[in-house]
């Protein structure tokens, strides 16, 4: 049966359908949470592998990365992953207004850590001339993993946006609201990912 | 809440009406039995042009100077020919292709979860085998399916096609293997407990995590690889302090699960072939369900015995020799609960129950080489030889692919409705099985005297078996043209099958063959395991009408 | 008061807030039941515990001090 097919049921059997296929989408989601993790995990092999190489870390001629701005940072994304939480419960609630200023709160968080990172790689390239074909394993894995983790947090704000949107046209209602759930699921993973890469590249 | 509904026919009991037209129905179609039988289709077209490949290789061995294609088109040719027929051949005939012809109807439920993700990943799978292919044009890639670097850093730039294909098809793989679970967690029919489960559906839910979990490990392998050779960033050239061997530890952490990828599925369909054809329920059930899920399990600890030559330190040996010695208790308790299943059946030998058997005995040898090839010792001698060829052939034609002979033969009729021809299912059988030992039996001892293997010329004290190999192999290649002709005379020609033409109690084989757009008029509830012939069938409900009536479209009234 | 202060400052203050929210948020969710919420949960134990990670390294308790604006 599929879920596209179902909502273009008509009005009275959509709420029912939706609570049906509601839980498919979330098992759905979650799994394909599950096989991004994977993909991050296999990368944070590779650089715990290659740190443990036997040349020392970080690598000769390379600085340690800063971690007091990196903290700071970090923290603008943990509070996002808050922000969200509470987006989520204020709809759940029924408060509309708290809703949308907890999301765009969410949505100015994440687009500051990502113009925290780039102001980070922007002083590794110019100012330490760190690149990431030019400095050997250690900016192979430093760009790759952060890089990655970026691009994500770069689709969970667009996400964040249409839901923005969404929300004004009308698409969630207090029973059917599963597309900011996935929203909350997707944006805490990046989080998630963001205290595990911190630890790793920053702190170990 | 929704597996309630679910259970109570929620879900199940609204039927919606056909698309019509050819191309909502038939190419960029919803339904998982189309999409099942273009996965066959699609996955059989790429096992035609992988064949031509082994031809190539066996007719380049024909002489020990080689001299039928260049050494360096050879070893474009076995890396390709290796690369489709793991990823473009037997996994997505395996899950794709009888996965989705068969699994949701035994379970009782209309349609895959997703059926809009199911046909995005069979689309993709076409792309990146014809990507694959055109590899060629720029230059295939030269190091094997296992593009070892620092060969594959050195390849043509067909290698980082290559990357980009195996990664779409890994894409498709993940798609599917995220729908499988979700379907078989929550859309089975009322009553259809996990241990009610056929044993078929049982070797997909072993392999959907594996798709969804490796698949993806491999994913980050090749995006590591592709950049690396597009952009110079070092993961694995050691000259700028990489490292080959984390190369190989990322490629098998997938490449052994997906071992498993290939074969429990095929576990499966012989699970439901051989009950069926000895007319006896299948010993061990619960055995058989659990060993599938217990190798799904250790198939993720055992990657590095493929590495043992590779440097691995020594205290990391010796876990993962007794791991894939644990693996083997699974995969001989399966073993012999087949063979207890055939103990005093009343077997009928149809084709699909020969090439069932014929599966029996070859993935025995098989498994057994595997166990030797997991001591150390004698991995540390045969490591690169002709013994892997051999092995690895034992269990993927021996297994996989008679497997999925004997589900061909079996599901055909379910597919179109008509029997595949006997005799020249029979012919088929006996002239590839003969093929298939004398092919690669000789391997086993070339290897142990030392013939390396993905090498195009070899010495000429190797020459006769060599020969006898390769015209053994046109036997073979001649017996796979019998089945072609067969599929393709049969499907208009062949005798018409009826709803249940085996006699199987599946609940695939209680609706009509080909199954209707909705597979069921109304879904049953399951009171029993399927494999208990004599008593009557366990399914309720199956003819019955529908109680509550097709939704009416919005605007209707 | 250097650049790299004020950063520890703010990763310090920012943190204490975020780990508390996060664990108030996990305490009030304690008892929630359902797939997602059981998912929730675990995230925000994470997320609360990464505030804690950001918060001693904003203190120098974790980590290494760069060599710069020490």
């Given amino acids: 049966m599929s879920v596209a097919s179902l909502a273009r049921g008509a009005h009275g059997e959509l709420d029912q359908l939706y609570i049906e296929t ?62 969200m939480h509470y987006a989520l419960e204020n709809f759940k609630h029924g408060k509309w207004m708290a809703y949308m200023w907890f999301l765009l709160a969410t949505i100015v968080l994440g687009a500051g850590f990502l113009g925290g990172q780039a102001y980070e790689y922007n002083h590794l390239i110019y100012a330490e001339h760190v690149t990431w074909w030019g400095s050997g394993i250690f900016g192979a894995s430093f760009f790759t993993l952060t890089g990655m983790h970026g691009m994500h947090v770069f689709f969970g704000v667009c996400y964040l946006t249409v839901l923005v949107l969404q929300s004004s046209a009308g698409v969630y209602t207090r029973g059917k609201y599963f597309g900011i759930t996935a ?20 702190l170990l | 809440m ?80 290796g690369s489709t027929m793991v990823w473009l051949v037997t996994i997505p005939l395996l899950t794709g292709g009888f996965g989705n012809l068969v699994f949701p109807i035994m379970i009782g439920a209309r349609d895959v979860a997703f059926p809009w993700l199911n046909m995005l990943s069979f689309w993709i799978f076409p792309v990146s085998g014809l990507m ?17 670097p ?42 259809m407990t996990f241990t009610r489960m056929p044993l078929f559906v049982w070797g997909q839910f072993a392999t959907a995590p594996l798709l969804m979990i490796a698949t993806t490990a491999l994913a980050a392998a090749l995006a590591a690889l592709f950049i690396e050779r597009q952009f110079g960033v070092p993961f694995f050239d050691p000259a700028k302090g990489g490292s080959p061997v984390m190369w190989q530890h990322m490629f098998w952490f997938y490449s052994h699960p997906a071992v498993y990828i290939m074969i429990l599925p095929a576990f499966g369909i012989i699970s439901e072939v051989l009950p069926t054809f000895a007319r006896k329920p299948i010993f061990g059930y619960k055995l058989i369900a659990f060993s599938s899920m217990s190798i799904a399990l250790l198939g993720f600890m055992v990657w590095a015995h493929h590495m043992f030559t590779s440097g691995l330190a020594p205290f990391l040996q010796l876990p993962f020799m007794i791991l894939t010695y644990v693996i083997g ?138 020969r006898f190999e390769s015209f053994a192999s046109y036997l ?19 005798k018409r099958a009826g709803a249940n033409p085996w006699g199987a109690r599946t609940l695939e084989w209680q609706i009509p063959s080909p199954p209707n757009y909705y597979n069921f008029k109304h879904v049953p509830t399951v009171y029993g395991l399927p494999y208990d012939f004599s008593t009557p069938l366990p399914y309720k409900g199956l003819d019955e009408e529908l109680t509550d009536s097709p939704p009416v479209p919005a605007g209707a009234h | 008061m250097n650049a790299a202060t004020i950063e520890r400052l703010g990763a310090v203050i920012a943190g204490i807030v975020v780990a508390v929210v996060a664990f108030y948020a996990l305490y009030k969710d304690w008892r929630a039941e359902g797939t997602e919420n059981q998912v929730f949960k675990l995230m925000l134990l994470l997320l609360g515990l990464g505030a804690v990670l950001a918060l001693l390294a904003g203190l120098n308790v974790v980590g290494f001090a760069p060599p710069k604006g020490a």
């Avoid at chain 1, 000769?60 to 994304?77: M, T």
């Avoid at chain 2, 129905?25 to 082994?54: C, E, N, P």
């Avoid at chain 2, 796979?480 to 005379?489: G, T, Y």
């Fill in chain 2, 2 to 81: 929704a597996v309630a509904a679910v259970h109570a026919g929620g879900i199940a009991d609204h039927i919606h009406p056909e698309p019509q037209g050819f191309v909502r129905r038939y190419v960029f179609s919803l339904d998982h039995k189309i999409i099942g039988i273009q996965y066959i289709i699609t996955a059989f077209v790429f096992f035609m042009l992988a064949g031509l490949l082994a031809e190539a290789i066996r007719t380049q061995l024909l002489n020990p100077g080689g001299g039928f294609v260049a050494n360096g088109t050879y070893n474009e040719i076995y890396s390709i020919h």
């Fill in chain 1, 22 to 83: 509601r839980e498919l989408r979330l098992q759905g989601f979650l799994l394909f949470l599950v096989s991004d993790c994977v993909l991050f995990s296999s990368f944070i092999f590779a650089y715990l592998y290659l740190r443990n190489s036997g040349q020392g870390w970080p690598p000769p001629g390379i600085q340690r990365l800063d971690v007091a701005f990196a903290a700071w940072n970090s923290v603008v994304l943990f509070g996002s992953g808050a922000t």
């Fill in chain 2, 150 to 191: 620092p060969v594959s850093l050195q390849g043509a730039a067909g290698t980082s096609m290559w990357c980009a294909a195996i990664f779409l098809v890994g894409v498709s793989s993940t798609m599917t293997g995220i729908n499988f679970v979700v379907t078989i967690l929550k859309m089975r029919a009322p009553g």
């Fill in chain 1, 183 to 202: 929203g909350t699921l997707y944006w805490h993973f990046v989080d998630v990912i963001w205290v595990v890469l911190f630890s790793i590249f920053y």
């Fill in chain 2, 329 to 466: 208790v699974p995969t001989g308790i399966k073993i012999f609960s087949w063979t207890a299943t055939l103990f005093r059946g009343k077997i009928h030998y149809t084709t699909a129950m020969l090439f069932a058997i014929g599966f029996i005995a070859l993935f025995t040898i098989g498994g057994i080489t595997g166990i030797f090839l997991a001591a150390i010792p004698f991995d540390l001698h045969v490591h690169g030889t002709y013994f892997i060829v051999a092995h690895l052939h034992y269990v993927l034609v021996g297994g996989s692919l008679m497997g999925i002979f004997a589900g061909m033969y079996y599901w055909f009729p379910k597919m179109s409705g008509r029997l595949l021809n006997e005799t020249l299912g029979k012919l088929h059988f006996w002239l590839f099985f003969i093929g298939f030992n004398l092919t690669f039996l000789p391997m086993h001892w070339l290897g142990m005297e030392g013939m390396p293997r993905e090498v195009a010329t070899y010495d000429p004290q190797f020459t006769f078996w060599n």
């Fill in chain 2, 132 to 148: 694959l292919f055109s590899s060629f044009l720029l230059g295939a890639p030269t190091a094997g399916w296992m593009e070892y």
């Fill in chain 2, 476 to 494: 073979m290649t001649f017996a796979i043209l019998i089945f072609f002709f067969n599929a393709i005379w049969s499907i208009r020609n062949g």
